[in-house]
């Protein structure tokens, strides 16, 4: 299998535009994280999705960040408009949840690692 | 929610040193995870552990559940062991089972 592919794995943008991110999760598995990870704050949950349907999405910033599975092989995220403080690695991650508490093994994407200018 | 501290932060050895990282928790949990991230590079899964030990390679995690600590152990430590270790748990603060993650260890192994 060929993993969690993430693209891009770098992006430079200006204040203002439009940041798209996007992801491609192990096949096979139910559940897609999208976590974003600063010096300062570590490793963050954003959002979260069991079978495409977004069940967690309290770590969502603000308004101007959104997320989208639109099918079991396929997530982005959108930030619109971008800030300077929005620069960091965005990382998404899947995994297979059986039923029960166990999120399961998660299995990360190289990153995307965003500079907004 | 669940509370999760590392120890120590940083940790520098020699190779070949038997090296121990910690975490703890408050909370009572299903599961913990341990990752690692080398610099500039991604996360990768190490464990996953709900009671009792588990080995891969000269990698070992032990969880004691009554106690609420994890700790990762690397034998004969390597300087390509260097990386960050971060451990997880399950955030169990309201209906999600997100998980909540350690400050992280940076381990340097220096030859």
């Known amino acids: 299998d060929a993993g969690v592919i993430q693209s891009p794995r770098h992006e430079v943008t200006e204040m203002g535009q439009e940041v798209t991110l996007r992801c491609k999760p192990i096949?096979?598995?139910?559940?897609l994280f999208w976590y974003r990870q600063t010096m300062m704050r570590g490793l963050e949950l954003l959002i979260y999705?069991?079978?495409?349907?977004?069940?967690?999405d309290s770590g969502m910033p603000e308004d101007r960040f959104s997320a989208k599975m639109p099918n079991a092989s396929f997530s982005t995220l959108k930030i619109q408009p971008s800030e300077p403080r929005d620069s960091a690695v965005y990382f998404c991650?899947?995994?297979?949840?059986?039923?029960?508490?166990?999120?399961?093994?998660?299995?990360f994407g190289e990153g995307s690692r965003l500079t907004v200018l | 929610k669940n509370e999760v501290e590392q120890s120590p932060q940083n940790l520098t050895a020699q190779e070949g040193e038997f090296i121990t990282i910690n975490c703890s928790y408050s909370?009572?949990?299903?599961?913990l995870h341990w990752l690692q991230q080398h610099p500039g590079g991604g996360i990768v899964s190490l464990f996953m552990?709900?009671?009792g030990k588990k080995k891969h390679g000269r990698l070992i995690a032990t969880i004691n559940i009554q106690e609420k600590h994890s700790s990762l152990h690397i034998t004969a430590s390597h300087p390509r062991d260097s990386a960050v270790y971060i451990c997880?748990?399950?955030?169990?603060?309201?209906?999600?089972?997100?998980?909540?993650f350690g400050t992280g260890t940076l381990l340097a192994v220096q030859p």
């Open positions: 909370v009572g949990i299903s599961a």
């Open positions: 096949s096979g598995h139910n559940s």
């Open positions: 999705f069991n079978n495409n349907v977004p069940i967690d």
């Open positions: 552990l709900s009671s």
């Open positions: 991650a899947s995994s297979l949840r059986s039923s029960g508490a166990n999120t399961g093994e998660l299995f």
């Open positions: 997880a748990v399950p955030y169990y603060g309201g209906a999600t089972n997100k998980l909540i």
